[in-house]
């Protein structure tokens, strides 16, 4: 659950952080970077971080908005726990939805995505 929490904090600090100091468009991190960024960090880095509050952040945000009834993610990994799970799924996502090499491969789009697509809610597993 701390660690649910520091993600989530995380997460959210570097989303608004940017947007407190400067009122230009919302930024991303751009697809060449992030992804790169998969193959190189080790773990207990700042992407992984992110990435986890991203997915964290994503399960929060469907419970809240439904009330509790349905999750956008079920019974999924910790991001932080297995990186290379994590990486696993990234990676097979981006190929199975055909976005390697794609500018629309938006990280903060991708991996709560990427996190349903592997942990679909209501299906037997």
Known sequence: MRRLLLAASASLALAVAP???DPSPPRHLPPGLWIDMLETSP???AIWLYISGLVNGAIT???ASTGGAQ???CGAHDPMSDVELTRQILVAY???ADLVDNDKAILEVVAPLAFAWAYPCGTAT
């Open 94 to 96: 981006l190929v199975t």
């Open 71 to 73: 999750p956008l993610i």
């Open 43 to 45: 773990p207990d880095t």
């Open 61 to 63: 945000g469907s419970l």
């Open 19 to 21: 947007a407190v100091a």
